[in-house]
């Protein structure tokens, strides 16, 4: 899960090396930190959270295809 969040993320930012994905877990399941660089914080959330929303609901589909739940949260540095 943690690669597909990476993936998505690389693949949206003009610095793919600037993206860290950190994960944690919780009583829900676990929880994906997303980082990227300043300069591309806007293309992960997009116009209005859709771009951010699309990324979550892909991961929270992969999640259920293997029967768990997955969160993912975006953070500045």
């Known amino acids: 899960m943690k690669e597909l ?7 949206l930012v003009d610095d793919p090396d600037g993206v860290e994905v950190a994960e944690s877990f919780d009583d829900r399941g676990p929880r994906f930190t ?13 116009r ?5 929303k699309a990324i ?14 997955a969160y993912v949260d975006i953070v500045d540095r």
Not at 5 to 11: D, M, P, T
Not at 34 to 45: E, F, Q, R, T
Not at 48 to 52: E, I, K, Y
């Open 5 to 11: 969040v990476e993936f998505l993320a690389r693949e």
């Open 34 to 46: 997303l980082s990227v660089a300043p300069d591309d914080m806007g293309k992960v959330i997009g």
């Open 48 to 52: 209005g959270g859709r771009t951010a």
């Open 56 to 69: 979550r609901s892909v991961v929270r589909a992969a999640a259920t295809r293997q029967g768990t739940s």
